[in-house]
């Protein structure tokens, strides 16, 4: 299924900009960044559920937000993108 993964996290701090940091890895081990804080990731449900594990681990729940967007299987009906293209589409392989 796709997921679309945001976030917003304090940057104020040290701390904040270190979680920021973590956070972004962890999404691109998991998929393509689109905008600065926003991935697309293909997941079954057991990824879905370790990276949201991961995640909470890191974030900061009083100053931090993390949001995701469950669209499913048939994405490409709810998807829909004008303007430049950052990186690839989360379905093109990562190896020619």
């Excluded at 270190?18 to 998929?31: E, I, T």
């Excluded at 100053?63 to 293209?85: A, C, P, Q, W």
Aim: charge should be positive; charged fraction near 25%; glycine fraction near 6%.
């Amino acid at each position: 299924m796709l997921v679309l993964i945001t976030y917003d996290v304090n940057t104020e701090t040290a701390a904040g900009k270190s979680r920021l940091r973590k956070v972004a890895k962890q999404c691109v081990n998991y998929g393509t960044r689109v905008q600065n804080s926003v991935f697309e990731c293909i997941l079954d449900n057991a990824q879905c559920l370790q990276l949201k594990t991961t995640l909470k681990e890191i974030m900061n729940e009083t100053t931090d937000s993390i949001r995701f967007y469950y669209l499913g299987n048939n994405h490409k009906t709810k998807v829909e993108h004008m303007g430049v293209s950052k990186g690839i589409s989360v379905e093109e392989p990562l190896i020619w």
